[in-house]
């Protein structure tokens, strides 16, 4: 009984996945408004997640566009539609994209299909999260000082085939010109994979 | 037919890439007469990618010959490598997050500088030794609060009235000398100041006279006879020796002038005697002193600017600020146990200070923006005061009988005192200049320092 319990708990489905996923995207995005100074520190409140003291906005609209996005991704992720989650920071004053947040999702498509469930203890999934956590917050260190004040944006890849729900609209891939990439830890729910990159602006020589 | 049909795509695409978004043509733009448009949004090696794509395809036709799965892949290769996603679309939602509230700042500048290491940090109050550096014996040195009988000269030469001799005592090598002795029995001399080029000392004594000695052939140069009491109180002016006397009269001499011309004016604006005595470091106002609790201020012409009477005692502690024109500060005597600070311009009392003991006498620091004031009864001693916060930075004690003189070393570092106990005792109550404002400075300062362990205790006599 012990055993089949253990068992069921290290299978990972695909709704569950898509669960883990948009988990960590909500928890990525705010982690990155709050290191990057984007809004005020003192929305944020802390929260004990994946072992460590999150911040996590307590602004209300914030969370309204955030659980609203969480929701559609989730929806995207159970359907495999879902390719990449861009967070793009932009100058407030001249409007340029000076950081560009890129998570690349990458659906194993046996999980799609009738395939057996893969299996993966939790444990191992917080960790790789836990240690992709821990680099946006060291990623302050060497990401040049974001001077203006910003206001972020995110954008979604998604599969042509899917239908554009009525609140999203299309938008340009909006890149960063001379950008200097660093790729940062990945994780894998063996249903989703996550690659994390960030691209900034490189100063002017 | 292949050739035709891509040929002018291809050149077109070329000249896409000639003006790609690596082009700073922003600048430019204006001047061209032609639409180039808009290509932020325009993903141009996607472009070139699909058009290679079609013409490929078209060839492919045309041979009629299968791709391979090596060049399949490859394209897949090269798609990703530049980020191209062809089946993607770009989404966002419609309803954008709200902006960060107007006037926010990331705060993280301060993150960014945090590494430069904190500012440094100025200490509050440097550390004032409160123990004098030596002692000197200084017998029969008059107890009297009106006199005006210690005084230290650039040349590092310290002059000293004991009893009716005049002795002066090298700080530098410790030698002693005795200048001068007042002949009459029962006269003794009650003021003394060097003259601005150090080598001339003028002294008062108590049978009204004023005389100027040569202080390296311990000659008398000059006697200025106008008083008719004791002269308690001298300043040097450039040519000019100002003399303030128990009749209550500021004489002022010419010294360059014959004797019967050298008395240029004459104040009487005191009703009792005169006390204290200075001239300010630019030569432009005179401030006097006296037992009759005023407090006056002359201009060069020797017109009265101000005559005030706000202490409750005699006014002999006087002394210009070094670094403020115009700042005077003024002590009272046991009635009264004010410092003051005045404007001299406008006679405007700036601050007081109860320091609860009887003034003698004050000296500001010429380095550090700092007063240091001698007290008498009851604790004797010296309390260096910060201005214009007027905190105590120190208090020092050793005296034991009230501080009656006080004069500032060449260097501006030490001060020595004259006390009723009759010692002469020095401090180092200003500290090391920070920097050495002229190299004779420095010489002397290192000179006053090496015969410091030498002559601990000397006694003048």
Redesign the interface.
Known sequence: MASQAVKSRNTISLKGSAQIVSEFFNYAVNSILYQ??????ETFVQKKQYGLAMMVTK?D??LA??T??AK?MTDWLEKGLL??LVLVVTS?YSNEVLERWTFEVQTDAAALGDGPPPEKPEKEITAEIQAIIRQITAS?TFLP???D??????????????A?PE???????R?I?NATDVKLRSFTTKVHKVDTVVSYRTADA | MADNQCSPLTQRENSVRLFGPKTPGRAGREKLDRFIPQRNGLDAEHGMFQLGQENQGSAASGDGSQTTPSKEEYKKLLAASLNIHEQARVLAFKHKAPAPPEGHDSGLASLYSANLGAAPSRKQFRHVPTTQERILDAPDLVDDYYLNLLDWSSNNVIAVALGATVYLWNAGTGSVEELCTCKNEGDYVSSLQWAPDSSHLAIGTSDAKVQIWDAGRAKQVRELCGHTNRVSALSWNGSTLSSGGRDSVICNWDVRKRKDEALVATLRTHDQEVCGLKWSPNGQQLASGGNDNMLCIFDANFQLQHKIAAHQAAVKALAWCPFQSNLLASGGGTADRHIRFWNTLTGAQLNAIDTGSQVCALQWSRHEREILSSHGYSKNQLVLWKYPTLAKAAEMTGHTARVLHMAQSPDGASVVTAGADETLRFWRAFGEPTTASSKGEQKAASAAGTSASMLRSVSIR
Request: aromatic residues 14%; hydrophobic residues 30%.
């Open positions: 990057r100074g984007i809004y005020p520190q602004d609209g914030l566009y955030l609203n996005v559609q390719q990449r407030a302050v000082l974001l001077e004040p910003c206001t972020f944006d995110l954008l979604v890849y998604t599969d042509t085939k899917s554009v609140e999203w609209e299309e938008s340009d891939p890149y010109t």
